[in-house]
């Protein structure tokens, strides 16, 4: 079945950095789009990052542009998340998700995701 495991979450302080993974198996890695959601307490989830399959497009929201690096290694069925300048508001559970659509809109919406893992907490204390 298909599994997606993150991990690299953990505390750090403001500023500071963190990388993110998420391997993934029972799926053909190379045919999925990959993405980062965020989950604050009481808040919805949130789009972070999407990387489309070859060609790997990506796209960010508003609140990470130009901090954060989404990036993909087809060998390793793997997708990162590189995390700078991290701030208190970044606090959250991150999750990864797997999409089996290569689609150029639309792509901030959960419900657009066939598959989940289960998150990495993320806290930065300022």
């Known amino acids: 079945q298909v599994q997606l495991v993150e991990s690299g979450g953990g505390l750090v302080q403001a500023g500071g950095s963190l990388r993110l993974s998420c391997a993934a198996s029972g799926l053909t890695f190379s045919n999925y789009a990959m993405a980062w959601f965020r989950q604050a307490p009481g808040k919805e989830r949130e789009f972070v990052a999407r990387?489309?399959?070859?060609?790997?497009?990506?796209y960010y929201g508003d609140s990470v542009k130009g901090r954060f690096t989404i990036s993909r290694d087809n060998a390793k069925n793997t997708v990162y998340l590189q995390m700078n300048s991290l701030k208190p508001e970044d606090t959250a559970v991150y999750y990864c998700?797997?999409?089996?659509?290569?689609?150029?809109?639309?792509?901030?919406?959960?419900?657009?995701?066939?598959?989940w893992g289960q998150g990495t907490q993320v806290t930065v204390s300022s």
């Open positions: 990387i489309n399959r070859n060609p790997g497009n990506t």
């Open positions: 998700a797997a999409d089996r659509r290569q689609i150029w809109a639309g792509y901030a919406v959960t419900s657009e995701y066939d598959y």
